[in-house]
T-cell receptor, first 112, second 111 residues
Framework: NAGVTQTPKFQVLKTGQSMTLQCAQD?????MSWYRQDPGMGLRLIHY???????DQGEVPNGYNVSRSTTEDFPLRLLSAAPSQTSVYFCASRKAGLDGYTFGSGTRLTVV | QQQVKQSPQSLIVQKGGISIINCAYENTAFDYFPWYQQFPGKGPALLIAIRPDVSEKKEGRFTISFNKSAKQFSLHIMDSQPGDSATYFCAASKGFQKLVFGTGTRLLVSP
């Protein structure tokens, strides 16, 4: 099992550009989430999904879109990057009925 | 709005000592309180978690103490080791789904 795989590991974007952060898990986990981690602010939930075809907003959803067409994949799309979106992004997954999220190793995004 | 407040921001403990990190929450609907450990360049990993029907949970050197009336919970690391040096996050949620994280505590255990 590879666990939760995030790509790319690093990315630099110019303001206004769009991009997709990829997240894939091979554990057949129903629940998947995207968090952003900023210094002094902990991790904040962006979007989450309870299964294929079902997504919902978290605490800081503005500027981000998600979709869940398969159980395995949960991409995060930045529509028009802004410097405020400079952060480390983590994808996480969890098996229904069990606690404990498995996190990916993160994508460090810089918007200039 | 900080729903989960964590302190201290950083902590230095000597090897063999006890590390204590505290968290306070506001939402009385929260019923799940995990602690995550994060090493540099890695994602957080679940360390230990507690539900509000118990006041303490111990796993090896790690103990969660929970005070429902005060809406506080804490992580105690006994016999702290240099390998415990990491950032620790408390979190809370209703059910297991939408975790709300604290701001993190950077722990350094000196040899």
């Amino acid at each position: 099992n590879a666990g939760v795989t995030q790509t790319p590991k690093f990315q630099v974007l110019k303001t206004g550009q769009s991009m997709t952060l990829q997240c894939a898990q091979d554990m057949n986990h129903e629940y998947m989430s995207w968090y952003r981690q900023d210094p002094g602010m902990g991790l904040r939930l962006i979007h989450y999904s309870v299964g294929a075809g079902i997504t919902d907003q978290g605490e800081v959803p503005n500027g981000y879109n998600v979709s869940r067409s398969t159980t395995e994949d949960f991409p995060l799309r930045l529509l028009s990057a802004a410097p405020s979106q400079t952060s480390v992004y983590f994808c996480a997954s969890r098996k229904a009925g069990l606690d404990g999220y498995t996190f990916g190793s993160g994508t460090r995004l810089t918007v200039v | 709005q900080q729903q989960v407040k964590q302190s201290p921001q950083s902590l230095i403990v000597q090897k063999g000592g006890i590390s204590i990190i505290n968290c306070a929450y506001e939402n009385t609907a929260f019923d799940y309180f995990p602690w995550y450990q994060q090493f540099p360049g890695k994602g957080p990993a679940l360390l230990i978690a507690i539900r509000p029907d118990v006041s303490e949970k111990k796993e090896g050197r790690f103990t969660i103490s929970f005070n429902k009336s005060a809406k506080q919970f804490s992580l105690h690391i006994m016999d702290s080791q240099p390998g415990d040096s990491a950032t620790y996050f408390c979190a809370a949620s209703k059910g297991f789904q939408k975790l709300v994280f604290g701001t993190g505590t950077r722990l350094l255990v000196s040899p």
